[in-house]
């Protein structure tokens, strides 16, 4: 059931963060969303227009806000930053949005009353790593979305290949929310059977797998060149990360968060499947892995730690 206290905060109105105030209230997650930007025209605009859908949606409070609206929030959703370019990856965002996070950050902090920070700015495994040093949380109260969208990604790809619905697969997408991510073949399953096996069973050819890893490894790359951002899929995976929290849940998500000796990793944020409730997030679940996957991962938490080095966090 729906905790007390479904207020959630949006820092960044631009696609992604109105995108996420749209999920949230179309969706009844939140009963109170309060839209915080730089250009506060923009983020009024945005609650005046979510705001008159009042007749076709369960109610809820939406306006424009400054950080102090923030105090009482349940979650603090942070989408503010520069939007990846064509040609841009991930990582090329780094000087810009971290320069965002330490202005902004240290606003909020002196406001704090227990609330989860959701961290959605890319790239969100460096700026997820960066966000607890500077605020002092507790990787179990600030983490980000990290590869919960790729994980859909996969599923969908996988989806069409074998002709049934994406939410009847088990695939999941770990590591960096990028490049260097790391799609779990040996853990993708479907009514419990493995990959191969259902496909040999259901009478379809072997899956593409280096077509697949292409679809969702570069989707983010062909949106972009095409519409300029990402915003929808990505507005849906806060809302289901929200709804985790906000209804104590106990849903498995790949998120991403602080590392702290899986697989011998210390140091980074990357995504592992983990358990949401109400208190954040829980430990990493550490998979078995192939030999291949294992040293995959590790590869993208090497390109990570770099990244973070960068900064001097």
Known sequence: MLKAGRKVAILGAGAVGASV???????GVAAELVLVDVNRERAAGEAMDLSHAAAFIKPVEIYAGDYADCRDAAIVVFAAGANQKPGENRLDLLKKNYAILQETIPRLMPLWEGAIL???TNPVDVLTCAALKISGLSPQRAFGTGTALDSSRFRHSLSRHLGIAS????????GEHGDSEVLLWSHVYVAGTGIDDY????GLPPVDRLAVDRSVRNAAYEIIARKGATNYAISLAVKQICEGILRDEDAIMTVSGLIEGSYGIDGCCL?????INAGGKGRPLELLLSPEEEEAVLHSAAVLKNAIASLGV
Not at 21 to 27: I, K, N
Not at 199 to 202: F, H, W
């Open 199 to 202: 496909c040999r069973l259901a």
């Open 271 to 275: 995504s592992l499947p983990c358990v």
């Open 118 to 120: 959701l961290m959605v």
């Open 167 to 174: 939410r009847n697969i088990h695939a999941n997408v770990v």
């Open 21 to 27: 105030a749209y999920a949230l209230s179309v969706t």
